[in-house]
């Protein structure tokens, strides 16, 4: 559960981020564009990572792509797990 509400507050603080047009230390804008594309490194890495390990990195890819869509969306939607139990649900799992 601790893993789900950390999970919420990334996103719901992204989303803000993009929303307010925050600028980071650096300067740089975070858009929607910049977002996608460090989420998309990210998980490209954890994969590679897990990989090298031999291990599985299993629904990587799932959650990314959900966190991915929930934190640019032009709404908020109020909670990341109930999309992401509804794919569980049509996952059979």
């Keep these: 559960m601790e893993d789900a509400a950390t999970a919420e507050i990334s996103r719901a603080q992204v989303w803000q981020w993009i929303r307010h047009g925050v600028r980071l230390e650096g300067g740089d804008l975070v858009t929607k564009v910049r977002v996608k594309s460090l989420i998309r490194q990210e998980a490209a890495m954890l994969v590679w990572v897990a990989s090298e390990k031999g291990a599985d990195p299993g629904r990587l890819g799932d959650a990314s792509a959900l ?11 109020e909670f990341l797990t ?6 569980l649900l049509a996952l059979g799992e």
Aim: glycine share 0%; proline share 6%; aromatic share 18%.
């Design 67 to 77: 966190f991915e869509r929930l934190s640019i969306a032009d709404e908020f939607e």
């Design 82 to 87: 109930l999309p992401a139990y509804e794919k």
